[in-house]
């Protein structure tokens, strides 16, 4: 079946334009996660949303970093005014429900900002 | 706070010999441990993981795992290495009652010559 899907590949923007990031998880799947990989930083979680509960946003690194998921199913996670730092690789997975259940990795869309 | 240490940024095997990529956590309550593959530009690939029960898991590509409380560790191993394990491995961990989000560890880079 199709796993995690995630929009752009690539993208490159200049400092201080806004972003978004697009992910659509494997269908049935109630748990969506962002985490960011990074050469300084590694594997970081950013956000976790699971059915209609409210998201955990404790990973997000600055109020410039939001996310929303529609009717429980596609996310997108925004970006405003991007800086040089936010430049990474932005990873998407999905999940049947909570903590034993295995995330399935979308392909990543690489962020630049120049 | 949970974290997750890979101590070897690089493992170097011959083709043929058995492999062992090391991983060591600490989380206050029960643990479940995960190991994702990422080959060149691709996005994390599900290995295995522990929950509960038989400490030793088996996973895709002939990969295994033992957990070992008393020691907090989850190493991950092969009997027989092959030039197409050569890749970048992580350890992960998520918390029962925290959600589901994933700690991960840095990476180990496994080369694999023939």
């Known amino acids: 079946g199709a796993g995690v899907s995630q929009s752009p590949s690539n993208k490159v923007t200049e400092k201080g334009k806004d972003v978004e990031l697009r992910c659509d998880p494997i269908s049935g799947h109630t748990a969506l996660y962002w985490y960011r990989q990074s050469l300084g930083q590694g594997l970081e979680f950013l956000i976790y949303?699971?059915?209609?509960?409210?998201?955990?946003k404790s990973g997000l690194p600055s109020d410039r970093f939001s996310a929303e998921r529609t009717g429980g199913s596609v996310s997108t996670l925004t970006i405003q005014r991007t800086q040089q730092e936010d430049s990474a690789v932005y990873l998407c997975?999905?999940?049947?429900?909570?903590?034993?259940?295995?995330?399935?990795f979308g392909p990543g869309t690489r962020l630049t900002v120049l | 706070a949970q974290s997750v240490a890979q101590p070897e940024d690089q493992v170097n095997v011959a083709e043929g010999n058995p492999l062992t990529v090391k991983c060591t956590y600490s989380?206050?309550?029960?643990?479940?441990l995960f190991w994702y593959v990422q080959y060149p530009n691709r996005g994390l690939q599900f290995l295995l993981k522990y929950i509960t029960g038989d400490n030793l898991v088996k996973g895709s590509y002939g990969f295994e795992a033992e957990f070992n409380k008393s020691q907090t560790s989850f190493h991950l191993k092969k009997p027989s290495a092959l030039v197409s394990d050569s890749a970048l491995y992580f350890c992960?961990?998520?918390?029962?009652?925290?959600?589901?989000?994933?700690?991960f560890g840095q990476g180990t880079e496994l080369s694999v010559k023939p």
């Open positions: 949303f699971q059915g209609n509960s409210a998201p955990d």
């Open positions: 992960a961990v998520s918390v029962y009652n925290q959600g589901g989000k994933l700690i």
């Open positions: 989380v206050s309550g029960n643990p479940y």
């Open positions: 997975a999905s999940s049947l429900a909570g903590a034993t259940d295995t995330q399935y």
